[in-house]
């Protein structure tokens, strides 16, 4: 499987953003999917995941509250919704199946303040 994730922007603190992981290849129902971000400088860190049914969800404390993941497996997209967003939202987020170590390519958010 492929994945692409798109949607990514230049938007002021505050805003919103919702970013999309398109999947190819292969059906992304059968994976858990996570969302991870990666600032200049800094390591990769985990920022959302949802099991394969999209019934179960779980957050870095940095973001709950603020960010929703979500998955269409009929379309084979997994998205993130960011509202309320902050400077130190910015990074390269990126898409992945962890457990299966698939990881697609990135899309920059850059939050202005």
């Known amino acids: 499987v492929q994945l692409q994730a798109s949607g990514g922007g230049l938007v002021q603190a505050g805003g919103s953003l919702r970013l999309s992981c398109a999947a190819s290849?292969?059906?992304?129902?059968?994976?858990?999917m996570g969302w991870f971000r990666q600032a200049p400088g800094k390591e990769r860190e985990f920022v959302a995941a949802?099991?394969?049914?999209?019934?179960?969800?779980h957050y870095a404390d940095s973001v709950k509250g603020r960010f929703t993941i979500s998955r269409d497996n009929a379309k084979s997209t997994v998205y993130l919704q960011m509202n309320s967003l902050k400077p130190e939202d910015t990074a390269v987020y990126s898409c992945?199946?962890?457990?299966?170590?698939?990881w697609g390519q990135g899309t920059q958010v850059t939050v202005s303040s």
């Open positions: 949802i099991n394969y049914s999209g019934g179960s969800t």
């Open positions: 992945a199946a962890p457990d299966d170590d698939i």
């Open positions: 290849g292969r059906a992304i129902s059968a994976y858990a």
